[in-house]
T-cell receptor
């Protein structure tokens, strides 16, 4: 059963804590992306990676960090430096020969 | 700033009617994509239209592209209650690893 999985579905964080959101894909895609979605808005790019052990900042990378140690996995850490982290986070992947991105089901992060 | 802007922001129709959503963008594109998002879920790719195409069909979906006006439209014919969702157009921004640049989306509600 191919696809992208994200966990957890819901995540609650206290102020000052770091949290890590998981994203795994078994589509054998080289490129992976993290987007943030706020209510009533489109998606904004946080980080992306086109190859293992390499990643690039997107439009709103401040307060976030990522790693890409395996092709299948692209975890996102929301650090305490992110001042307004409450949002819906979406991970996507893409075959480098195509333009279509395939999205996971998302993680809703709430800061208490 | 966001590349794509959808119009209208919200649309409410009766089951069986057609729904038309419009998208405008700002710069030259290679292709334009439409995605659908059910409430609180990930995005699902619907259709991709390339810059040298003017119209494309997929089932009950019809997409047009007018590069001279930098606009696209998505038509859903014979709508169903299950079509209720948010619809986003997205353009590919190649300088950021092919990130997708989204508008704020159109919220479609199909009443049964």
């Amino acid at each position: 059963d191919g696809g992208i999985t994200q966990s957890p579905k819901y995540l609650f964080r206290k102020e000052g804590q770091n949290v890590t959101l998981s994203c795994e894909q078994n589509l054998n895609h080289d490129a992976m992306y993290w987007y943030r979605q706020d209510p009533g808005q489109g998606l904004r790019l946080i980080y992306y990676s086109q190859i293992v052990n390499d990643f690039q900042k997107g439009d709103i990378a401040e307060g976030y960090s990522v790693s890409r140690e395996k092709k299948e996995s692209f975890p996102l850490t929301v650090t305490s430096a992110q001042k307004n982290p409450t949002a819906f986070y979406l991970c996507a992947s893409r075959d480098l020969t195509e333009d279509t991105q395939y999205f996971g089901p998302g993680t809703r992060l709430t800061v208490l | 700033s966001q590349q794509g802007e959808e119009d209208p922001q919200a649309l409410s129709i009766q089951e069986g009617e057609n729904a038309t959503m419009n998208c405008s963008y700002k710069t030259s594109i290679n292709n334009l994509q439409w995605y659908r998002q059910n409430s609180g879920r990930g995005l699902v790719h619907l259709i991709l239209i390339r810059s040298n195409e003017r119209e494309k069909h997929s089932g009950r979906l019809r997409v047009t592209l007018d590069t001279s006006k930098k606009s696209s439209s998505l038509l859903i014919t014979a709508s169903r209650a299950a079509d209720t969702a948010s619809y986003f157009c997205a353009t590919v921004y190649m300088e950021y690893g092919n990130k997708l640049v989204f508008g704020a989306g159109t919220i479609l509600r199909v009443k049964s």
